[in-house]
Antibody
Framework: EMQVVESGGGLVQPGGSLRLSCAASGFTFMNFHMGWVRQAPGKGLEWVANINKDGSNNYYVDSVRGRFTISRDNTKNSLYLQMNSLRAEDTAMYYC?????????????WGQGTMVTVSS | EIVLTQSPGTLSLSPGERATLSCRASQTVWSNHIAWYQQKPGQAPRPLIFGASIRSIGTPDRFSGSGSGTDFTLTISRLEPEDFAMYYCQQYGSSTTFGGGTKVEIK
C-alpha cells in the first residue's frame, strides 16, 4: 500500500524553527515529485512547496519563499520541510503528498498530517 | 497567480438529491488542469477528479467533472450519506492553487 507519514510538528515560538519529515513507503519514492500542503484550523487548503524527483528543483508559495526549504533524501525515501522564521500565520496542519506525474499535478497520496502551532 | 472561487460556500441537500459545485478561475486554466478533492472532518483530502473530468482510482461514478477554460463543475448525481463533506478544487496548470471549498451538508 502506498503511504506517506509525516512527523516533526509541535509548538514553536514566533521566529523559531521546525523541521518536518515525511516517510514514504509502498512506492518507488525517487520516481515521484512530492509536495507539502497546509491547512490552518477551520480553513481551506494552501499549497506550500513542491520538489522534483531528484531534488534539483523546488517551488514555493510566495508567503513562505525565503523562510521554508523543501528537500528530499531518495536513499531514505524521505521528504523534508525546514521552516525558519515562523509566524503565527504558519499555524496549520501540514500534509505531505505525492504528485501524480508532473511537478505541478494532482496530489494523489496524502499523509494524515502533522500539526504546527506557532505561539508564544 | 490563478485565483479559484468556489460556489456556493455551503450546499444544503438531502440524500438522493443532485449536487452541483462550481469552481471559477480568474484566468484560463491551461489544459483544463483542474482537480477536485473531498475532505471529511479529521481526515486528509482525497482526490476525486483530475484533468477536469477524469475520475481518480476508486471514485464512484456518481461523481463527474466537467468544464473548460475558466468554469468547472463537480456534479454528484445522487448524494449518498458518505458524500456529505467539504470539496475543494485545485488548478495545476500554472503553479498550483486551491479554491476556498464548498461544504455539502445534510438538509
Amino acid at each position: 500500500e502506498m503511504q506517506v507519514v509525516e512527523s516533526g510538528g509541535g509548538l514553536v515560538q514566533p521566529g523559531g524553527s521546525l523541521r518536518l519529515s515525511c516517510a514514504a513507503s509502498g512506492f518507488t519514492f525517487m520516481n515521484f515529485h512530492m509536495g507539502w500542503v497546509r491547512q490552518a484550523p477551520g480553513k481551506g487548503l494552501e499549497w506550500v512547496a513542491n520538489i522534483n524527483k531528484d531534488g534539483s528543483n523546488n517551488y514555493y508559495v510566495d508567503s513562505v519563499r525565503g523562510r521554508f526549504t523543501i528537500s528530499r533524501d531518495n536513499t531514505k525515501n524521505s521528504l523534508y520541510l525546514q521552516m525558519n522564521s515562523l509566524r503565527a500565520e504558519d499555524t496549520a496542519m501540514y500534509y505531505c503528498a505525492q504528485l501524480q506525474y508532473l511537478v505541478f499535478d494532482i496530489f494523489n497520496i496524502w499523509g494524515q498530517g502533522t500539526m504546527v502551532t506557532v505561539s508564544s | 497567480e490563478i485565483v479559484l472561487t468556489q460556489s456556493p460556500g455551503t450546499l444544503s441537500l438531502s440524500p438522493g438529491e443532485r449536487a452541483t459545485l462550481s469552481c471559477r478561475a480568474s484566468q484560463t486554466v491551461w489544459s483544463n488542469h483542474i482537480a477536485w478533492y473531498q475532505q471529511k472532518p479529521g481526515q486528509a483530502p482525497r482526490p476525486l477528479i483530475f484533468g477536469a473530468s477524469i475520475r481518480s482510482i476508486g471514485t464512484p461514478d456518481r461523481f463527474s467533472g466537467s468544464g473548460s477554460g475558466t468554469d468547472f463543475t463537480l456534479t454528484i448525481s445522487r448524494l449518498e450519506p458518505e458524500d456529505f463533506a467539504m470539496y475543494y478544487c485545485q488548478q495545476y496548470g500554472s503553479s498550483t492553487t486551491f479554491g476556498g471549498g464548498t461544504k455539502v451538508e445534510i438538509k
